[in-house]
């Protein structure tokens, strides 16, 4: 795995985009997979920027997320739906019918997790796939324990990732125990990797990581086995390595 340690969220936000600017001009149609919560954010921004002052185009791009709440309507503020509308979607010119975020209320789940599969095998594959990381090692909503050949499917959230994520809800009882996440094994499938960290409180989980033997325990530490992996931390994110 290659990394990148900057200065700052700002620094962290910039190298980001400048990496999926890149994609995107290289390859107009390009699939992109995309991550919520508060890491990307300043990602999107900048995207944002990109394509009011200097044209950047979505109009043929297409993009899968990687979870959404079990539970919560498209609708729901905290849905990860309403998230990519606030902080992407309607800021760029991607076409509503090219971004794909998993249902989280489908009456029939297991069928929404095989029907999400398929539609990234039809798109052609995920050509960058944008992480964040938990605190607990987790990518998407792979939680600690999920194995390595996992498939988009519903999860128990973490105790760790309900507390850490009790900041977006008015209360910790509100935040749902359960998602659709794509799995370990999709999220591997994507041609090239980009995983942000920023923040002390990721520090473990990035040396853990980074140097650690890969293990189903730190989800994050099984993107060691891909062959295109870049990540892009923070000075606070990068404490705790070597
Ligand atoms: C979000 C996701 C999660 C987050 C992770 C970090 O779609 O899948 O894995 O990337 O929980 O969240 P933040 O960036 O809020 O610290």
Not at 66 to 77: I, R
Not at 87 to 99: A, K, M, Q
Not at 218 to 242: C, E, K, N
Request: charged residues 25%; proline residues 4%.
């Amino acid at each position: 795995m290659k990394w990148k340690i900057v200065e700052n969220y700002e620094e962290l936000s910039a190298e980001a985009a400048r990496l999926v600017a890149m994609q995107v001009k290289k390859k107009p149609d390009s699939v992109l997979g995309l991550a919520t919560g508060s890491t990307p954010v300043g990602m999107y921004k900048e995207l944002a920027r990109m394509y009011r002052v200097e044209n950047l185009d979505f109009s043929r791009i297409t993009t899968f997320n990687l979870d959404e709440y079990v539970g919560l309507s498209v609708d729901h503020p905290q849905s990860y739906h309403v998230f990519m509308q606030e902080h992407f979607f309607r800021h760029v010119n991607l076409l509503p019918e090219h971004t794909h975020i998993p249902s989280g209320d489908a009456s029939d789940l297991a069928t929404e997790c095989t029907r999400y599969e398929q539609a990234i095998k039809a798109a052609g594959g995920i050509d960058v796939q944008i992480l964040g990381i938990g605190g607990n090692g987790h990518i998407g909503f792979n939680e600690p324990g999920s194995a390595a050949d996992s498939r988009t499917r519903v999860v128990q959230l973490a105790q760790r990732t309900i507390e850490d994520n009790a900041r977006f809800f008015s209360s910790i009882e509100e935040v749902p125990t359960a998602a659709v996440s794509m799995g370990i094994q999709t999220i591997l499938e994507a041609r090239k990797i980009v995983l942000l960290a920023s923040g002390e409180s990721k520090a473990e989980a990035v040396h853990r990581m980074l140097e650690g033997e890969p293990t189903a325990e730190v989800p994050a530490s099984l993107l060691q086995q891909h062959p295109d992996v870049v990540v892009i931390m923070d000075r606070s994110a990068a404490s705790r390595l070597s």
